[in-house]
């Protein structure tokens, strides 16, 4: 009889580590929709860019060019379908997988209303840089919360105890997935999609060691549903 591994160490976002206090759900609060509205203007910032989107932003503004739809209604349309695929796979929504179906991309298209046409390299390139920098930013704030994962987190997670297969090797088929249908269907892949997928991982790292609310005592009360596991570091 094999020996099971050892438990991995409990990241600030985990829900293997206590919860947090009741004293500290303002700030959590705040943290929340901070970090999806913050996410939401992260993705405007890399449209406009025009170099090349997250892979989730792929497939949008690939049905966004079929359907004639905005990119953040398609966002809010995807969001609430990948939500729908939780029932089978028996996961739980929290306040944060349900805000995060709307919030983002509510923000993402008031952004893109706001932010001017980029035409140069000169404004592109920042533009760019200035969405992956923010979005590693919001994903700290937002996953930091604890109220919960975003629907795509939830569905790879999910499909992560279903099958038994590694969360990295289900994140990269579903995100090659994602993003192969995005391009056939008109989404941008280019330096900002591969700039995205190198720098995303140790920038929310960092963010969310910088936002982690400090857990409760073993045996404390909690308000809410713990968040994702700690290898589930992009919120979607």
């Known amino acids: 009889m094999s020996t099971p591994p050892p438990s991995p160490s409990p990241l600030p976002s985990s829900p293997l580590s206590p919860p947090p ?23 405007a910032l890399l449209v406009e860019a025009g170099l090349g989107m997250e892979p989730w ?5 690939g049905l966004a060019e079929l359907t004639g739809l905005t ?23 929290g306040l944060g997988t349900v805000s995060n179906v709307f919030v983002v991309g ?3 298209d008031g ?5 001017p046409d980029a035409h140069t390299l000169a404004v592109r390139i920042p533009l760019m840089l200035a969405g992956v920098l923010l979005n590693g930013v919001a994903t700290g704030l937002y996953i930091a919360a604890r109220f919960g994962p975003g629907p795509r987190d939830g569905l790879m ?23 192969a249908t995005g ?35 073993p045996g404390g009360s909690t308000v809410v549903a713990a968040g994702p596991p700690g290898q589930a570091i992009l919120p979607g």
Do not use: C
């Open 21 to 43: 206090p009741a004293r500290h759900l303002p700030r959590r609060l705040l943290q929340l929709y901070a970090g999806l509205a913050l996410y939401g203007v992260s993705a």
């Open 111 to 115: 952004a893109l209303a706001l932010l």
């Open 183 to 217: 391009f056939v269907l008109g989404g941008t892949v280019g330096a900002g999609t591969v700039l995205y997928a190198l720098a995303i991982g140790p920038l929310a790292q960092l963010s969310l060691r910088l936002f982690a609310v400090s857990p409760a005592s």
């Open 106 to 108: 509510l923000a993402m």
């Open 71 to 93: 990119i953040g209604v398609v966002s809010i349309v995807v969001g609430a379908v990948v939500l729908l695929l939780w029932i089978p796979l028996r996961q739980r929504p």
């Open 157 to 179: 997670t999910g499909l992560h105890r279903r099958t038994g297969r590694s969360i990295r090797l289900v994140r990269t088929a579903i995100e090659v997935a994602v993003v």
């Open 57 to 61: 932003g792929v497939l949008h503004q």
